[in-house]
């Protein structure tokens, strides 16, 4: 879905594997980072000191994009004050019977402080002013702290204008 909606951009997709198996012959057309098992956050840093555009957008494996305007509007807002953006995820329940979806409404983030960023969209000079992701968190909850310095330390907006699903793989 990434390349799907994103024609006219010139794009650098660098793929971290961080899993036990996996072909990855199916990546042979991006470059791909091995990072230690399960450990998000240190994939997430090594695939930013390693991408060479101003702009970087983290995705998790489970994320489909579904805004083929999403660069552009990222772009745009990111010249301005806001200093990440993000979308207004759909997380997906999953039982044997049933896909529930459970909608994070922009309200949640000033409600609650924090907020799942995936997918997040950052200029990579303000990701490494704030410090990138913080590596001690091994599975999960990178983002949520991630979104916590920008909003609480920084004091910075993050907007929500991506539209897209996020399938709550962990």
């Known amino acids: 879905s990434i390349i799907k909606n994103?024609?006219?951009?010139?794009i650098e997709i660098i793929v971290v594997y961080n899993g036990l198996e996996c072909n990855l012959n199916i990546f042979d057309k991006f470059q791909v980072i091995h990072s230690d098992l399960c450990w998000v956050s240190k994939g997430y840093n090594s695939a930013a000191n390693h991408a060479k555009g101003e702009y970087i957008a983290f995705f998790h494996d489970d994320c489909i994009l579904d805004d083929k305007k999403w660069i552009k509007k990222?772009?745009?807002?990111?010249k301005k004050e806001t200093i990440a953006i993000s979308s207004e995820t759909f997380f997906y329940n999953y039982s044997a019977s049933e896909c529930t979806p459970v909608t994070i409404k922009k309200s949640n983030?000033?409600?609650y402080g924090a907020a799942r960023f995936t997918p997040l969209v950052i200029k990579k000079a303000d990701f490494k002013e704030i410090g990138k992701f913080d590596e001690f968190y091994h599975i999960g909850?990178?983002?949520e702290d991630f979104s916590t310095k920008i909003l609480?330390?920084?004091?910075?907006?993050i907007k929500v204008i991506i539209?897209?699903?996020?399938?709550?793989?962990m």
Do not use: Q, V, Y
């Not at 994103?6 to 010139?10: A, M």
């Not at 990222?74 to 990111?78: F, G, H, Q, T, V």
């Not at 609480?152 to 907006?157: A, G």
């Open 163 to 169: 539209k897209g699903a996020h399938f709550s793989g």
């Open 109 to 111: 983030f000033t409600k």
């Open 141 to 143: 909850m990178e983002d």
């Open 6 to 10: 994103s024609h006219n951009f010139p």
């Open 74 to 78: 990222s772009i745009d807002n990111l």
């Open 152 to 157: 609480f330390e920084r004091k910075k907006k």
